[in-house]
């Protein structure tokens, strides 16, 4: 199925939230909206991106809400720290 044409997956962003934050993430998970879909690696499958509104920092995150960012030097996603993903979307300090 095409991309453009799926829904907003929105479980992997509260898993990854809460995981993180714990029981604010239904709150939390309300100041981010959903990019869209991306391929990740052939192992992973499908990526779901989301933007936080007010930082605009994307966090990219596969179906169980682990976080992966992109290497442009290599063309491709890799897997990162979710703890540290999560933090730099919602308050936009690296």
Not at 12 to 21: D, G, M, Q, T
Not at 26 to 41: D, I, L, T
Not at 57 to 85: I, K, N, P
Request: avoid cysteine; charge should be negative; charged fraction near 25%.
């Amino acid at each position: 199925m095409d991309s453009l044409l799926r829904s907003p997956d929105w479980l992997p962003l509260e898993r990854a939230l809460k995981a993180e934050i714990g029981a604010d993430a239904s709150a939390a998970a309300r100041a981010f909206r959903f990019v869209g879909y991306v391929n990740g690696p052939a192992d992973v499958g499908t990526l779901r991106v989301y933007q936080h509104e007010h930082t605009r920092v994307h966090v990219t995150l596969d179906g169980e809400g682990r976080a992966y960012r992109y290497f442009a030097d290599m063309d491709r996603y890799g897997s990162t720290d979710s703890e540290v993903a999560i933090y730099w979307a919602l308050t936009g300090v690296r």
